[in-house]
């Protein structure tokens, strides 16, 4: 179990993200968006960059968000697109940056969306996952509020459903408290077999009653109870940090001080250390 972060929940800008981060012993870095855009459809120059950046500091790229199925099934030319070019683009950067781990969505459901089209949601990501079988790819199914794979235990049935070795989850404790659940131990629960990695952010409610991402700690995720569970017969590879709240530095910082304060009574992979 390795900890990694976004790399533009610091900056944009690689090098001076993993400036910030190697400052703070991150040397795992999830790559989403870059500054000329969001992968895979970025300046060739650019993922040249983060290749020379890896290469000069020893680091490992844990997998790329390309932002694949942020979209509704109604959405029929994006669709299109994203099933017959983004999808192996997607693989193609995923590859030249080393990282089998490719991070996806569950479609966006409007609230009068029928039930009927979570078919095609299964048979979608279903002929997703046996891409990624056939080409050697991990994807890692989100979960995000308004989606169909918005929940824990709305995530779990669709990888129940599909039933693939290749389609797993990036689970999102903060998102599905966002969408409504106690993420854990309720969400974690019915997820539990299906989680790869993680991402660390917290949520809350502030007294007017807007909803808001905050530093782990402040918010309404009960994170002492998720990592401990996390240390329990799951097989995550990493833990990474999404920061979502500004100023990213400063909070990103602040997210891994408390991040290493809650794993200090567990053995982990020497993959950092706090300086």
């Not at 779990?156 to 599905?176: E, Q, T, V």
């Not at 809350?204 to 009653?209: K, L, S, V």
């Not at 009960?222 to 240390?231: L, N, S």
């Not at 979502?244 to 950092?272: A, F, Q, T, V």
């Amino acid at each position: 179990m390795r900890l990694a972060i976004v790399s533009d929940e610091i900056s944009q800008d690689f090098r001076k993200a993993v400036e910030y981060g190697i400052e703070w012993g991150i040397t795992d870095y999830e790559i989403r968006s870059l500054i000329t855009g969001r992968v895979p459809y970025v300046a060739s120059d650019e993922i040249n960059l983060v290749l020379e950046v890896t290469k000069e500091y020893d680091l490992n790229i844990s997998a790329i968000s390309p932002g694949l199925f942020k979209i509704s099934l109604l959405d029929e030319e994006q669709l299109k697109l994203q099933i017959e070019d983004n999808i192996y683009e997607s693989f193609r950067v995923a590859d030249r940056l080393g990282t089998r781990n490719v991070i996806i969505f569950g479609f966006r459901r409007y609230p009068k969306e029928p039930q009927s089209d979570y078919v095609q949601v299964i048979h979608i990501l279903g002929r997703m996952a046996a891409l990624a079988e056939k080409y050697g790819f991990q994807l890692l199914l989100e979960n995000e509020p308004e989606f169909w794979a918005d929940t824990g235990v709305n995530t779990a049935k669709i990888l129940d459903d599909i039933d693939s070795k290749n389609l797993k989850a990036n689970w999102d404790p903060a998102n599905a408290a966002a969408a409504g659940e106690i993420p854990y131990p309720y969400g974690f629960l019915a997820m539990r077999k299906h989680v790869r990695s993680i991402h660390v952010k917290d949520f809350r409610h502030d007294a007017t009653g807007k909803a808001e991402y905050v530093v782990i700690g402040e918010g309404e995720v009960d994170w002492t109870g998720q990592f401990r569970a996390m240390m329990h017969g799951v097989n995550i590879s990493y833990i990474t940090i999404e920061t979502h709240c500004e100023p990213l530095i400063m909070n990103s910082h602040r997210n891994i001080i408390k991040i290493i304060d809650l794993l200090e009574d567990y053995e982990l992979d020497e993959s950092y250390v706090i300086k």
